[in-house]
């Protein structure tokens, strides 16, 4: 009889726990309460590839794109990129930007050059002015025909490349150097003119179509300005200097970067 009581006692007991239903594991309360608090499906895309980022906030995700080497750069500026089209990227631009100056004799490089992006003459930039290279005095000198010539600032102790493209099609390049704010005017005709070792005198005089590579690097820290001659132009008397600049965007000029092979 007392075994009889307890056995009661303990299935009154459980009916009372399951009657509230509200912890009963089995139960849909229970189950909605505790779905509640897991993230939502992570709704699709339109197929393109992506990775799921940290939003900072529990339950939301964030996307990212994933590069695509066959689209536009465009709309992918902030897209993450696979190892395998960031090592093709990197490899053709260091066959493209890399040039081996010094090699071992067994073919192996012991210097290479990394050329730069350009830092001048494209239309807009410099400064143009009526003038040329005048040999005999080695003066920047004004002139009332159609001469061309654009000032760019210089830096020191860098050594820069100049040099054509191949649509370039002027027939007079002079390449020298000013260590003076002033500039050629009708009043004030003729500024001294230098080599990038500061001697006067002009480092390039070409009249013919040929348009020899310069490399140079200023050691007169007194010099400003690099100068360039070109052909002239009838912008002088019509104020279209489109002639001039069509010349022009086919001259570059880089800064030279060394680094020892291997590093």
Known sequence: MKRFFVFLFSVLLSYGAFAAG?????SK?????????KQDKITANNGAAQVLTNTGTAGEIGTKNIYDSTGSYAGQ??????????NTAVQNAIDSEFECVEEDGNGNCLLTRIQ????????GDGEWFRAYYYSNEKVWSYYEDASASIRIPIKPNVEYKLYWDSGGDSSIYRVFFVKTNNVPTKTNKKIEAYKS??????DVISNSQTYPEYIFK???????YLVVQVNGS???TSGNF???????????????VYIPSGH
């Open 22 to 26: 509200e912890n009963v594991p089995t």
């Open 29 to 37: 309360s229970y189950v909605d309460a505790e779905i509640a608090t």
């Open 77 to 86: 500026s902030d897209a993450l990129i696979d190892a395998q089209t960031m």
């Open 116 to 123: 730069g992006a350009d830092v001048g003459i494209q239309p």
């Open 197 to 202: 070792n500061g001697v006067r005198g002009a």
């Open 218 to 224: 200023v050691t007169d820290n007194s010099i400003k």
């Open 234 to 236: 009838s912008g002088w």
């Open 242 to 256: 489109s002639d001039v600049w069509n010349r022009i965007s086919h001259l570059h000029l880089i800064e030279n």
